[in-house]
């Protein structure tokens, strides 16, 4: 299975702070990478598909790079909406995975 | 509004069985792929499942496979994951998940979950 990690687990921002998350994986997925956003008790939300595709209805803050084995997901200027739970998804091939979480906290 | 809604879940002893079912509305359901992905208590995501638009084709993670069986009735606009030999490790939430394969195959819009509890 192709192994995705995703860096930092946990990450502390402020407010109009732009933030970068990173997803490394064990062999190139490229362009299948996907992120998700989650809050507690609720299902996942998807931001960004085939890299840095955005999906409808995402706002524009949201922004996806990366190519091979490297992906990063950027928020332009973090939102209180924001803080929540980010995971990289590969589609590449199967089994699909996911990467372990990275998680935005407000500091 | 894409709406699928899980149900099926409950408590159930390892060595068990349970068959999960997902409701789908707001969409043509026989042109989309499916899935299901489950998250256990404070973890994160794992896909377990994909069933092809016409049910052709099915994928199972190595975690499940020879244990769940993922199956659709288009008739019906549902999707469904009969489960048996349930471990304790299979306690999560079940995620129904719809493909959106236009240019690619990924998934786009999920349900709420069904919470299934394996313990004695």
């Known amino acids: 299975d192709i192994q995705m990690t995703q860096s930092p687990s946990t990450l502390s921002a402020s407010v109009g702070d732009s933030v970068t998350i990173t997803c490394r994986a064990s062999q190139s997925v490229s362009p299948w990478l996907a992120w998700y956003q989650q809050k507690p008790g609720k299902a996942p939300r998807l931001l960004i598909y085939?890299?840095?595709r955005l999906q409808s209805g995402v706002p524009s803050r949201f922004s996806g790079s990366g190519s091979g084995t490297e992906f990063t997901l950027t928020i332009g200027s973090l939102q209180p909406d924001d803080f929540a739970t980010y995971y990289c998804?590969?589609?590449?091939?199967?089994?699909?995975?996911f990467g372990q979480g990275t998680k935005v906290e407000i500091k | 509004e894409v709406q699928l809604v899980e149900s099926g879940g409950t408590l159930v002893q390892p060595g068990g069985s349970l068959r999960l079912s997902c409701a789908a509305s707001?969409?043509?359901?026989?042109?989309?792929?499916m899935n299901w992905v489950r998250q256990a208590p404070g973890k994160g995501l794992e896909w377990i499942s994909y069933i092809s638009s016409d049910g052709t084709t099915i994928e199972y993670s190595d975690s499940v496979k020879g244990r769940f069986t993922i199956s659709r009735d288009n008739g019906k606009n549902s999707l469904y994951l009969q489960t048996i030999s349930l471990r304790v490790e299979d306690t999560a939430v079940y995620y129904c998940?719809?493909?959106?394969?236009?240019?690619?195959?990924?998934?786009?819009?999920w349900g709420q979950g069904t919470l299934v509890t394996v313990s004695s």
């Open positions: 707001g969409f043509l359901f026989r042109t989309h792929s």
């Open positions: 085939q890299a840095s």
């Open positions: 998940a719809r493909g959106d394969c236009g240019g690619d195959c990924h998934i786009d819009n």
């Open positions: 998804h590969q589609y590449s091939a199967y089994s699909w995975t």
